[in-house]
């Protein structure tokens, strides 16, 4: 079962990683991330993940440009 489910998501993830390829740079969205917690939102990971794999540009206080 375990091997079924990991097969599932990775299908899932490599269909939502075409549609979002689709997706121009300037039509995409732009998620900010405001937490006290210094490990939420950090580059790398899993809020950074997830808001690249929904094709967003994360930003958050830590950010510099």
């Known amino acids: ?6 097969a599932a998501y990775d299908a899932e993830c490599a269909a939502l990683a075409a549609r ?3 997706i ?6 732009t998620v ?5 917690s ?5 580059k ?6 997830l808001c690249t794999m929904a094709g967003g ?3 958050s206080s ?3 440009s």
């Not at 210094?38 to 950090?42: A, D, H, R, V, Y």
């Open 32 to 36: 900010l991330v405001i937490s006290m």
């Open 24 to 29: 121009p740079d300037a039509e995409r969205k």
């Open 62 to 64: 830590r950010d510099r």
């Open 44 to 49: 790398g990971g899993l809020f950074d993940h």
């Open 1 to 6: 079962k375990g091997t079924a489910l990991i």
């Open 38 to 42: 210094p490990t939420f939102g950090s």
């Open 57 to 59: 540009h994360k930003r």
């Open 20 to 22: 979002v390829a689709e």
